[in-house]
C-alpha cells in the first residue's frame, strides 16, 4: 500500500511528542477486535507512569471506519484493557482503505465520565519514525496476519416504482440539513395530492426547485424503461437504473 505523504526525515517538535512520549511495552496485539459490528486491529501499548497509546488500524469492510465510531473504539478500549486509567488510551488511527494508505492520525480524547469520552480533537497525521518515538520502541503499522476476511454480504438488488406520496414514510432528517422541513402531517399530504401546491416552501439554492414537475419526469422516464425487456447487464444485474438514467437524459434533452 502507499504510505501517506508524512516525512520519514527529522522528527517534528509535535505538542504529543513532548508531552506524551516515553518508552512503553505492548501489552495488547488482537488482530480481531471488535466493537458492535466493527472491527480492528488493536495494539496497546502501556508501561506505568505513562498514559497507554491504542493503535488501530482497520481496512475497508470492517463496519464503521476509524473516523466514524472513534469515540465509541477509544471508550471499549480503555474499558476492557485499561480500566484503571484516569485518561483514555491515546488513540492513533491508521485507516487502509483498499490500496490507500490514510497515514497515522491522532485523534484526541479527554474524559466526559467513567470510560467515556468526548468528541475528539483532530491531531496531527503522524510519520512511523514519529510513532515510535511516541511509544519508545518499533511498532508494525501492519493490518497483522490474524486478519479475518469478513464475508461480502448478498446485496439485494434497488428497484424503482412508482408509489403516492401519501403513503411513504415520514421522513426523520433531525434537522439535517436544516433547510429541509420535518414532514407535513399525513392529511396535509393527502390535500395536496387532491389541490396540488405549485410552490412549495422557500428552501436552499440546492434543494429548491419544482419537485412536482421532477416526479412527473421520473414517472415518464420509468414508464418508458418498463416498456422495454429487462436486458441484464455484464454481470447479471438488472439494468434498471442505467436505463432510467438513460431516459431521463433523453426526456431533458426534449425540454431544453
Not at 422495454?228 to 455484464?234: A, S
Request: net charge neutral; aromatic share 6%.
Amino acid at each position: 500500500m502507499n504510505q501517506a505523504e508524512v516525512p520519514e526525515g527529522p522528527i517534528r517538535d509535535l505538542p504529543l511528542l513532548r508531552e506524551q512520549a516515553g518508552v512503553r511495552d505492548r501489552t495488547v496485539d488482537e488482530h480481531m477486535f471488535r466493537v458492535g459490528n466493527s472491527s480492528f486491529r488493536l495494539q496497546l501499548f502501556a508501561r506505568s507512569g505513562v498514559r497507554p497509546v491504542a493503535l488501530a488500524t482497520q481496512t475497508d469492510r470492517e463496519g464503521a471506519a476509524l473516523m466514524n465510531g472513534a469515540e465509541r473504539f477509544v471508550a471499549a478500549i480503555w474499558q476492557r484493557h485499561c480500566p484503571d486509567e484516569q485518561d483514555p488510551p491515546i488513540f492513533i488511527a491508521h485507516q487502509l482503505l483498499d490500496s490507500k494508505d490514510l497515514g497515522l492520525m491522532h485523534y484526541g480524547f479527554t474524559a466526559a465520565g467513567p470510560h467515556t469520552v468526548g468528541a475528539p480533537r483532530w491531531g496531527p497525521r503522524l510519520s512511523e519514525a514519529e510513532l515510535r518515538v511516541l511509544v519508545g520502541g518499533p511498532v508494525d503499522v501492519s493490518r497483522g496476519d490474524g486478519y479475518i476476511e469478513p464475508a461480502r454480504p448478498q446485496e439485494g438488488r434497488m428497484r424503482y416504482a412508482v408509489a403516492a406520496v401519501v403513503g411513504l414514510p415520514r421522513p426523520d432528517l433531525h434537522g439535517d440539513p436544516p433547510c429541509m422541513p420535518s414532514g407535513a402531517p399525513w392529511w396535509r399530504r393527502v390535500g395536496r395530492q387532491v389541490a396540488p401546491r405549485r410552490r412549495g416552501r422557500g428552501c436552499c439554492s440546492y434543494h429548491d426547485g419544482d419537485w412536482g414537475a421532477a416526479s412527473e419526469a421520473a414517472i415518464r422516464a420509468l414508464a418508458r424503461v418498463e416498456a422495454r425487456p429487462t436486458e441484464p447487464t455484464d454481470d447479471g444485474e438488472d439494468d434498471q437504473l442505467y436505463r432510467l438514467l438513460d431516459a431521463l437524459r433523453t426526456l431533458s434533452a426534449a425540454h431544453r
